[in-house]
């Protein structure tokens, strides 16, 4: 398992349970869903613009600690706690992802510490 790396960053929120940040393989990052949360695990208050910066903040942290970049993201999932959110949401999201990588956008019952959004991602080393 030599080509299969777990992947941590001091300044991504803390991962809410047994898993990694992400994994790094030799063709992809595929990193784990990340919250509004800081890197000290406080949940951050505000619009919902201002969660989806605090989860894509995450996103780049992870990412710049596996050795990529938010420019080379392929694929996006979004998770919203209310599909009402959607459009401020893709306001704050399209600052980000001026690259248009593949996204999917779906609304759940819940996230992890009742959260409004989630976001993970998969992307090239």
């Known amino acids: 398992m030599a080509d ?3 992947v941590f960053s001091k300044d991504a ?3 809410a349970g047994p898993y990694s940040h992400a994994i790094k393989t ?3 990052i595929y990193c784990s869903g990340q919250i509004p949360s ?3 695990g406080n949940l951050v ?3 919902i613009g201002e969660k989806t910066a605090a ?3 995450n996103l780049k942290a992870v990412l710049t600690a596996a050795g990529s970049s938010i420019e080379r993201v392929v694929k996006v ?3 919203l706690a209310d599909m009402s959110s959607f459009v401020d949401m893709n306001k704050e999201y399209e600052k980000w992802f001026t690259h248009k990588p593949a996204r999917s956008c779906v609304a759940v019952k819940t996230l992890p510490k009742n959260v409004d959004v989630e976001i993970e991602c998969i992307a090239l080393p």
């Open 4 to 6: 299969i790396t777990p």
């Open 45 to 47: 208050e505000g619009t």
């Open 77 to 79: 999932n979004i998770f």
């Open 38 to 40: 800081d890197s000290q």
């Open 55 to 57: 989860c894509i903040s």
């Open 26 to 28: 030799p063709t992809a």
């Open 13 to 15: 929120a803390p991962p």
